[in-house]
């Protein structure tokens, strides 16, 4: 179970009125290598792992969550107020027509998430290695959602989820030298 | 008797100190006739059938207009009087 704490894990302070933003933000969203994504992958993926690495999955695929209502922070306040009229100035004409302003699991594109987007194949070095690579192209995904604002404190939040991304390669990282064992034993064939 | 019904409701959603928008201050949703009938008893006042075709439904219990304004409009039926 989970202990629900109602705060975000970093402030989102949204600076710029940037409809066209929260489009793009979507991605972190309900794209392929976004939050939800994380989240789901490494709390699945967690059952059929090593029992010394679990928990590690547990806290970051439970980390995720939280990095998944900033994002949808972000978008909520970028959209909430906007008109029918601005929304599809911002690109968001579909998705108005789809959903209002409500939140959707998709892409920047529209595509809706699918559970083909995360994989757990019970291979430890493969499922870990996969872990890895996500974070690594949501570290990227980051990178180029900063560089389509100049509102600083938007880039703020994001730039803080991006560093997120950076440990938690390295925390993966670890489990996998953790399951490789033999390093460092000094231990000779 | 269903007519007394508000064919909309608004509430004011909360809004931040920060809010990077101007802020939409009432937002509405639609709460439709059929929300309030269990079951369509017979015998119904009927609108004419040119009326009903241009309407769209044969009785005037049934009938739910939508217009975007006319929802947030605190004079209309959506306004003041269906805000719970």
């Known amino acids: 179970m989970w202990i629900y ?134 570290r990227a995904t980051y990178q180029w959602l900063i560089d389509m604002t100049d509102d600083v404190d938007l880039q703020d939040s994001l730039k803080f989820l991006r560093e997120r991304e950076i440990v938690h390669s390295l925390r993966f990282k670890e489990a996998v030298e953790i399951l490789k064992e033999e390093q460092g034993k000094k231990k000779f064939f | 008797m269903l007519l007394h019904h508000t064919p909309y409701k608004t509430y004011e959603p909360f809004i931040g100190p920060f809010d990077p928008c101007p802020p939409i201050k009432v937002k509405a949703y639609s709460t439709p006739p059929n929300l309030y009938i269990q079951f369509q008893p017979p015998g119904w006042e009927q609108f004419s059938p040119a009326e009903a075709l241009k309407r769209g439904t044969l009785w005037p219990a049934l009938y739910s207009p939508y217009d975007p304004k006319y929802m947030l409009n605190p004079g209309g039926m959506g306004g003041k009087e269906g805000k719970r």
Not at chain 1, 96 to 116: C, I, K, Q
Request: proline letters at 5%; aromatic letters at 10%; a negative charge.
């Open chain 1, 5 to 138: 704490e109602k705060k975000l894990q970093y402030p989102v302070r949204v600076s710029k009125c940037d409809p066209r933003m929260a489009r793009f933000l979507i991605e972190q969203y309900g794209g392929a290598d976004g939050e939800l994504s994380a989240a789901l992958r490494y709390l699945n993926q967690r059952y059929s792992l090593p029992d010394k690495v679990i928990g590690l999955l547990t806290d970051i695929g439970t980390e995720e969550f939280a990095h998944l209502e900033m994002i949808a922070t972000m978008v909520y306040k970028l959209t909430k107020d906007a008109t029918p009229e601005q929304l599809e100035e911002a690109g968001l004409g579909p998705h108005y027509v789809n959903h209002d302003r409500a939140l959707f699991y998709e892409n920047a594109a529209g595509v809706p998430w699918t559970a083909s987007y995360i994989q757990a194949k019970g291979d430890p070095i493969a499922d870990l290695y996969e872990d890895i690579a996500a974070e690594e192209k949501a």
